[in-house]
Structures are given as structure tokens and as C-alpha cells.
């Protein structure tokens, strides 16, 4: 081969791959800038946007973030995961280290979701930082536990959360982690109860609340627990409600959120997703599921195309 051969395989050679790492920059731009983020920077637009209104923007909720092979559950990996498909609201679960460390974590045992054993609030931070999380079918990943104030800190200006408080957490740290990371406008508090509602709204009368709203007399408690309705997200069970119950909440300004979670996303997995708009139709606003990624993508043709919600999605 002469000198000229030899120069003209080597510049073909760098052509080629200088084009390789062209379309594999390209490739990772595509990937990053695919996430659908909501920015709620103040209680004022807070309230805002989940007053509900009937150009209102139909959504799903994150149980436990989102899990999906390869994402554990109450893991940051797993909520960037979401949003790279749609916007979403995202639900976690807080628990308390024996060395009072808020985390995320679902059981009060670390074994289903962690290579670890024992309790959660029998182990020092330091102990389940240590550890690795499983995703939904058992294998190992490199991702560990986050801390509450780490996941508030990462949701400004993308999520919005709704944080469930386990039993044995008080509520006034998580009070305290929200207020320190100033994330009141984006990470309303799950409650289970009139008397818990009244507990969280008495120590932040800001905060947006979800409150249980499964039926009139539930509706009636809350009407008489002082706390404003435009605080209110009324989670109203795990099964469907009456269309004219939902009109009701609806009227009064109130968004809905119904749990497919459980029976309804596995009615969904035989039915087909389809399933899913239906919900919508009938009245819900918010679904509450395992299953984010697909029932996003079922309800994604009710989206109306001009609304006043729009302009908190980025």
C-alpha cells in the first residue's frame, strides 16, 4: 500500500468515527432532553393548579415513584424514569432511621427492597446508606436509599410530590425537611384522616393536603375541619365513585384522585389500557398507579389542547 492509500484509510478511518461519536452525543442529547417537568414555585400557584376547572389536564400519580425493572421503588432512578415519558406526580413513602434520618422506604423492614435485613428504625443512617436497592423482580441495583431532603432538593422545578408519612414518623420532621428545602408549593401531604388533615394544616396552614374523600360524609368532615378547600386533593378510594359524586368535588373546585392501583391496573393489564380514559371520562383527574408510564400514555388523547394548566408544564 503506498503513502497515499494509507493516508486516505486514515482519514476515512477518523471520518468514521468521528461520526460514531457524532450520532452517540446526538443519541444522549435525545435521552436527557425527554423529560417532562411541572414547575410549581409558589403556595399561590400551588393552589392554582389543583383547582380544578374544567380545561383541567388529566394526570397520573407515581405510586411509590414508579417502579419498573431496573428502577426500585422511592428511588430517585426511578422518578427520572418517569419523566422521561410524561409529567407526573410523583408519590413516596418516608420512614425514620434508628438515628432519626428521614428516608425513603415503604415497609418497615428493609428485605424486599434492599439487600439488608431488620428494621428500618432499628438501623443507623450510616447502616442503610450502605445498601443497595432491588427493583420489583428482586435483582440488585447500584442505586441506594435517598433521604428525604436529597428528594425534595431534586423535585424543585420538575414533580410534584405527594409524600406519605409512615406511622411511626412524626409528622412535624417532615414538616420541618419541607420547610427547610423550601418545596411547600411542589410536595403536598398524604393524610388518612380528619384529625391527621387538621395536624398538618395546624403546623404548615399552607401546605396542600391529600385528603381520603370516598363519600358525602367524608366530604361533610372536611367541610367542617376548617381546612380550605382550595387545599384540598380529594384521593377518593380504589375504586370508581358515582360520576355525579366526582361532579360534586368537581363543583366545589376540587380535583380527584382515584387508585388504580392494585385490582384496576390489573383489570387494565387483561382489558386493555384503554380502561384508563375510561376512568378520566367518568370524572377522575389524577391516576394513582403502578402502572404510570402506560396509563399516561392511555389518557395522553384527553390532554385539551388549550389550557390554563398549561403553563406550568415545561
Keep these: ?140 441495583t447500584d442505586f441506594i436509599v435517598p433521604t428525604l431532603e436529597e428528594v425534595l432538593d431534586w423535585g424543585k422545578g420538575k414533580v410534584l410530590y405527594t409524600v406519605d408519612i409512615k406511622r411511626e414518623v412524626p409528622f412535624e420532621m417532615v414538616i420541618d425537611a419541607i420547610k427547610k428545602t423550601q418545596a411547600e408549593p411542589y410536595a403536598a401531604v398524604i393524610t388518612y384522616s380528619v384529625e391527621a388533615a387538621k395536624k398538618v394544616h395546624a403546623l404548615d396552614p399552607e401546605l396542600m393536603l391529600s385528603v381520603t374523600i370516598r363519600n358525602e360524609e367524608e366530604l361533610q368532615r372536611f367541610e367542617d375541619s376548617g381546612i380550605p378547600i382550595d387545599q384540598w386533593i380529594a384521593f377518593t378510594g380504589t375504586s370508581e365513585r358515582p360520576d355525579d359524586f366526582n361532579q360534586l368535588l368537581h363543583e366545589k373546585g376540587v380535583f380527584t384522585i382515584l387508585g388504580v392501583l392494585g385490582n384496576l391496573d390489573r383489570s387494565a393489564i387483561t382489558r386493555g389500557d384503554q380502561i384508563y380514559a375510561e376512568f378520566v371520562q367518568k370524572g377522575a383527574d389524577i391516576l394513582a398507579t403502578d402502572r404510570p408510564i402506560e396509563a399516561a400514555k392511555a389518557i395522553e388523547g384527553l390532554v385539551p389542547e388549550n389550557s390554563s394548566k398549561k403553563k406550568y408544564f415545561r
Design 1 to 140: 500500500m503506498n503513502k497515499l492509500s494509507i493516508k486516505i484509510s486514515v482519514l476515512f478511518l477518523f471520518l468514521a468515527l468521528w461520526s460514531c461519536n457524532s450520532n452517540n452525543t446526538e443519541n444522549t442529547t435525545e435521552v436527557a432532553s425527554a423529560s417532562n417537568f411541572i414547575q410549581i414555585e409558589s403556595i399561590e400557584e400551588a393552589k392554582e393548579f389543583y383547582t380544578w376547572t374544567a380545561d383541567r389536564i388529566p394526570m397520573v400519580s407515581a405510586h411509590r415513584g414508579g417502579p419498573y425493572p431496573g428502577f426500585p421503588e422511592n428511588s430517585i432512578e426511578a422518578f427520572e424514569n418517569v419523566l422521561n415519558y410524561t409529567p407526573a406526580i410523583i408519590e413516596f413513602d418516608v420512614a425514620l432511621t434508628k438515628d432519626s434520618v428521614l428516608v425513603l422506604m415503604h415497609d418497615n423492614t428493609l428485605d424486599r427492597t434492599t439487600n439488608g435485613s431488620g428494621k428500618v428504625i432499628d438501623m443507623t443512617f450510616e447502616e442503610i446508606r450502605s445498601l443497595r436497592l432491588k427493583d420489583k423482580d428482586g435483582n440488585l
